[in-house]
């Protein structure tokens, strides 16, 4: 077999491996197994925490100790114990740095994703916050800074939520000044996400290939939006969704169906099997 084989696949969850329904297409999850079964690790690379991702892992039913990247590359679990292999965090004073940023903006909310818990910075739980969580299968909890701090979890990133409007004025306002400390994306109308400095999908799959001594160009990443465009860049077999934008189609290799056309299965098939 050539240097380019194929040893590990990343994929990411939503608009990616999850339809729009927000299920895993039955497909998906055969070629998923087929790869596995010839030998390639399979790695989910999501922005979710990993209440967002334990019953999607549980239907692909792996057998093999696989590895998770979640929180945008903020944190690796392997998958046979759930340890935390790997973490980048927000310190104490970057998170009142944080919140300070959105004082003047009464319609954004600061999130915190600790290792256990959804924190909302503030008395009460807006809806479009609880929404977000219970699309993770989760509960946000609201909660002061001092309280956050005495709880004493690790704190792998933020978000600032809030409808699309107030959230471009205040990523308008904000962005310059918080890209020089974090690592900033948009991953969605709604969420402004800011996650320690360097901390991207790609940091956290270089990490992993490194410790598994897997080369870039040995690795497929699959991927549909802002928030895998450095993982993309990264590895040497990319492939972009049938339903991503057109800046994520023109930087990969290949491009698969859509999410809802179970693209992935098409893209494993097609160039890594």
Same mark, same amino acid.
């Given at each position: 077999m050539n240097?380019?084989?194929?040893? &590990?696949?990343?994929?990411?969850?939503? @608009?990616? &491996?999850l339809n729009s329904q927000k299920e895993i297409p039955e497909e998906n999850i055969k070629a998923i197994q087929e790869a596995a079964a010839a030998g390639v690790k399979i790695v989910l690379c999501t922005g979710r925490p990993r209440s967002g991702i334990l019953?999607?892992? #549980?239907?692909? @039913?792996l057998s093999e100790e696989e590895y998770i990247i979640m929180n945008n590359g903020c944190s690796t679990y392997e998958t046979k114990h759930w340890k935390l292999l790997q973490y980048e965090s927000l310190s104490r004073t970057e998170m009142e740095e944080l919140l300070q940023?959105? #004082?003047?903006?009464p319609e954004v909310t600061l999130t915190l994703t600790g290792e256990k818990t959804y924190y909302v910075v503030g008395d009460e739980v807006p809806e479009l916050v609880a929404y977000d969580a219970g699309t993770v299968f989760t509960e946000a909890k609201a909660r002061s &800074?001092? #309280?956050i701090f005495a709880e004493g979890q690790v704190i792998f990133q933020a978000m600032y939520m809030a409808d699309s409007e107030p959230l471009d004025a205040f990523q308008n306002a904000v962005q310059d000044g918080l890209s020089q400390s974090y690592s900033t994306v948009r991953s969605q109308d709604y969420i402004f996400e800011i996650m320690p400095q360097g901390a991207t999908k790609a940091s956290g799959l270089k990490h992993l290939a490194e410790?598994? #001594?897997?080369a870039p160009n040995q690795i497929m990443a699959l991927g549909d939006a802002a928030n895998d465009l450095e993982m &993309?860049?990264?590895? @040497?077999q990319s492939v972009a969704m049938g339903n991503a934008s057109d800046d994520i189609k023109a930087l990969c290799k290949y491009v698969t169906l859509t999410n809802d056309e179970a @693209?992935?299965?098409h893209a494993i098939r097609t160039w890594a099997l």
């Open positions: 240097q380019n084989q194929v040893k &590990l696949i990343a994929i990411d969850m939503d @608009g990616t &491996l019953p999607h892992f #549980e239907k692909l @039913g940023a959105c #004082e003047d903006f &800074l001092e #309280e410790k598994l #001594e897997i &993309l860049q990264f590895v @040497g @693209g992935v299965a």
